[in-house]
């Protein structure tokens, strides 16, 4: 079963299940960085905030098991989004992450981060050639970035772009520390409290235990949407799962890597408990379509030990997120028509700095204020073209899933949102559902949604 060096020796907050119905101006679904980071920005604005999480703790799911890279840096990704939107609106993507990591930093005390440089490398002459037009993009955006060879790696590279001056944090003390501080504001938090149905024409949503929470305005910020069949989410977001081990190391790195090539590898140092720590990491798949996932752990354990000389791993973990077709995330209204109902999703792996642009966005709208990056984040921007071929390759894939899933899985539990069957994950010892990413435990117990059930699994 994995085991994230984030949730260990961890002084989480102590936070009560919801017990009664409630009113609220805004009710945030999710505990996250985002749905945290929204809430103490509505908070200290003087909004009335509910904040129901699912799981037993605040920050345990996608934060924490993130890498805990806090950077403007997203892996090569601006060569990318030039093809599908103007200078203007990708500058526009940088410099709002690079804005709300800063306005994030000043709120946090220094022991909760540390200034590392970001660097994204090659190890081939592809690799060169795919870091060479990044490196094209930043010019032409006049985005800070350094072509290099000079890195900690060692391994040989052909190229590397660096970023000075980035971040990297322990993600769950960083969220932590402004639940803190959203509660402090007044900001209501609860755990336990898994919401099970959206009732969006009467403006209320309903717990597992049938408390309604009525509001005002609605954050979705549940990783993948709960209302994902409206405004087609379903067939807008794919769900990638990559893993990663953590093991004791002599020294911390002056920097924090991302490889270009496939497969993909990410590393970085940690200190936690006062005990020095690399994390590595990488590979990618569909979620819920490969059961013997031990094999990417394995991979990974033997580059690990053997090209960084380092003990076995202490720690083994995986993390999934969801993607959109043009790369740029979705947050904002679900749809025009529902301007009170906001979501955050399809950070593509970079949850981190893109929550505290989602919290930034979302507050401002829901207090009138215009933020410089909504037009380009919104869900309903316009590339219909591209989403719709894109839809029709997940809709293809959903329903492969759900067809041949009965005939090659038919012992299998059928997952609880969409009915799709599971398929068990050996190495981390889930069952996981391979058309919208939602996992369970071996008990069945719900680990991420969409699904809001458990599994109905049979007795032994």
Same mark, same amino acid.
């Given at each position: #079963?994995?085991?994230?060096?984030w949730?260990s020796?961890?002084n989480s907050?102590?936070?009560? =299940?919801i017990?009664?119905?409630?009113?609220?101006?805004?009710?945030?679904?999710?505990?996250g #960085?985002?749905?945290?980071?929204t809430?103490?920005?509505l908070a =200290? =604005?003087?909004?009335?905030?509910?904040?129901?999480?699912?799981?037993?703790?605040i920050a345990?799911?996608?934060t924490?098991?993130?890498?805990?890279?806090?950077?403007?840096?997203?892996?090569?990704?601006f060569?990318k989004?030039?093809?599908?939107f103007?200078?203007?609106?990708?500058?526009?993507?940088?410099?709002?992450?690079?804005?709300?990591?800063?306005n994030a930093?000043?709120?946090?005390?220094?022991?909760?981060?540390q200034?590392v440089?970001?660097?994204?490398?090659?190890t081939? *002459?592809?690799?060169k050639?795919?870091?060479?037009d990044?490196?094209?993009?930043?010019k032409?955006?006049?985005?800070?970035?350094?072509e290099t060879?000079?890195?900690?790696?060692?391994?040989?590279?052909?190229?590397a772009?660096? #970023?000075?001056d980035?971040?990297?944090i322990?993600?769950t003390?960083?969220?932590?520390?402004?639940t803190?501080?959203?509660?402090k504001?007044?900001?209501?938090?609860?755990?336990?409290?898994?919401v099970?149905k959206?009732?969006?024409?009467?403006?209320?949503?309903?717990?597992?235990?049938?408390?309604r929470?009525? &509001?005002k305005?609605?954050?979705l910020?549940?990783?993948?949407?709960i209302?994902s069949?409206k405004g087609? &989410?379903t067939t807008?977001?794919?769900?990638?799962?990559?893993?990663?081990?953590?093991s004791k190391t002599s020294?911390?790195?002056?920097?924090?890597?991302?490889s270009?090539?496939?497969?993909?590898?990410?590393?970085?140092t940690?200190?936690?408990? *006062?005990?020095p720590?690399?994390?590595f990491?990488?590979s990618?798949?569909?979620?819920?379509?490969k059961?013997n996932?031990?094999?990417?752990y394995?991979t990974?354990?033997?580059? #690990?030990?053997?090209?960084?000389?380092?003990?076995?791993?202490?720690?083994s973990?995986?993390?999934?997120d969801?993607?959109t077709?043009?790369?740029?995330?979705?947050?904002?209204?679900?749809?025009?028509g529902e301007?009170?109902?906001?979501?955050?999703?399809?950070?593509?792996?970079w949850?981190?700095?893109?929550?505290l642009?989602?919290?930034?966005i979302i507050?401002?709208?829901?207090? =009138?204020?215009?933020?410089?990056?909504?037009d380009?984040?919104?869900p309903?921007?316009g590339q219909?073209?591209?989403n719709?071929?894109?839809?029709?390759?997940?809709?293809?894939?959903?329903?492969t899933?759900?067809?041949?899933?009965?005939?090659?899985?038919?012992?299998?539990?059928?997952c609880?949102?969409?009915g799709?069957?599971t398929?068990? *994950?050996?190495?981390d010892?889930?069952?996981?559902?391979?058309?919208?990413?939602?996992?369970?435990?071996?008990?069945? *117990?719900?680990?991420?949604?969409?699904?809001?059930?458990?599994?109905?699994?049979?007795?032994?």
């Open positions: #079963m994995q085991n994230s060096l949730l020796n961890v907050i102590s936070l009560s =299940k017990s009664s119905s409630l009113e609220c101006d805004v009710c945030i679904v999710g505990g #960085m985002t749905g945290i980071y809430a103490y920005l =200290k =604005k003087g909004i009335k905030v509910v904040l129901l999480e699912a799981k037993p703790s345990i799911g996608s924490g098991h993130s890498t805990g890279k806090l950077t403007p840096q997203h892996g090569v990704v060569s989004l030039l093809k599908a103007s200078e203007e609106d990708v500058k526009t993507y940088f410099h709002a992450n690079q804005k709300a990591i800063e930093l000043s709120q946090a005390s220094v022991d909760l981060f200034k440089d970001s660097y994204l490398y090659a081939t *002459n592809e690799g050639q795919t870091l060479q990044e490196l094209d993009a930043y032409k955006l006049n985005l800070p970035g350094i060879t000079d890195t900690e790696l060692p391994i040989l590279i052909t190229s772009l660096k #970023m000075e980035t971040a990297q322990h993600p003390n960083f969220a932590l520390h402004f803190k501080l959203a509660l504001e007044g900001a209501q938090m609860y755990v336990n409290s898994r099970t959206v009732v969006l024409d009467e403006s209320y949503v309903l717990t597992e235990e049938d408390h929470i009525s &509001y305005n609605l954050v910020c549940s990783h993948y949407p209302e069949i087609l &989410y807008k977001l794919s769900v990638e799962r990559s893993y990663l081990l953590a020294e911390l790195w002056k920097g924090q890597y991302l270009v090539e496939n497969p993909t590898r990410t590393i970085r940690a200190l936690v408990s *006062n005990t720590y690399f994390i990491g990488g990618s798949h569909t979620a819920g379509t059961r996932t031990q094999d990417y394995k990974l354990e033997i580059e #690990m030990t053997s090209i960084f000389d380092l003990p076995e791993p202490t720690y973990w995986s993390a999934q969801p993607d077709p043009d790369s740029m995330p979705y947050i904002g209204h679900l749809t025009e301007q009170n109902i906001y979501v955050a999703t399809g950070y593509r792996k949850g981190l700095s893109n929550s642009v989602a919290g930034e507050s401002s709208s829901i207090t =009138k204020e215009k933020h410089r990056a909504a380009i984040y919104s309903s921007r219909f073209g591209r719709f071929l894109r839809a029709l390759k997940i809709l293809g894939f959903v329903t899933n759900l067809a041949g899933g009965y005939l090659t899985r038919s012992e299998t539990p059928k609880t949102h969409l799709c069957k398929r068990w *994950n050996e190495g010892e889930t069952w996981d559902c391979p058309c919208h990413g939602s996992r369970f435990d071996k008990n069945g *117990n719900i680990i991420e949604g969409p699904a809001v059930y458990p599994l109905k699994l049979k007795k032994k």
